[in-house]
């Protein structure tokens, strides 16, 4: 008799959020205006979760870059893997490794947070200012060999501060 093999991939989902950091996201305190405001550096944490369902993946990488204007403040925190940032292409890289599986659903998934400078010029008043480009995470599912892939959109100042002024002042 003919038997049939299904393999069923793992899937990576990616959860980015921005805020005013009052030191619990393990950095320093957020400073400068909320909202933005022309000419004064405001200081905003990123943050990047990620969670797999049901396979182990391995050769997990997380990659943003940062729009101009925006600065690398080196403040850093990750529950695992290592971080790099490369000024000349303006990206930010998580090498996360091994995420096992229900991370993020059944068991904590890796989480990485930093933070960004964002110093408003006059031609942005009245208007949300981006905080990073675009977000993705890869890796590969052990039990099935496949390349698996999430992402998730730029972030912007509306989505950082919805309560207390999304444009710049």
Do not use: M
Not at 92 to 116: C, D, H, K, M, Y
């Amino acid at each position: 008799s003919d038997r049939f093999e299904i393999l069923l991939n793992s899937v990576l989902t990616l959860a980015i959020d921005g805020f005013f950091d009052d030191g619990r996201a393990g950095l320093p305190v957020s400073t400068g205006p909320v909202p933005p405001r022309v000419g004064e550096e405001t200081i905003t944490t990123i943050r990047a979760r990620v969670s797999n369902t049901s396979n182990d993946v391995v050769d997990a990488v997380y990659r943003t870059k940062l729009p101009e204007g925006i600065r690398w403040t080196d403040n850093k925190y990750t529950t695992s893997g290592d971080v790099a940032y490369n000024p000349r292409a303006r990206e930010v890289t998580w090498n996360i490794g091994a995420i096992p599986a229900r991370a993020g659903t059944g068991l904590p998934g890796p989480e990485f947070s930093f933070q960004v400078g964002l110093t408003p010029s006059l031609n942005q008043v009245g208007k949300e200012a981006p905080l990073t480009r675009g977000h993705s995470v890869e890796g590969t599912d052990v039990f099935t060999a496949s390349r698996l892939q999430a992402s998730a959109d730029a972030l912007t100042t509306r989505d950082s501060y919805r309560k207390n002024g999304d444009v710049v002042r």
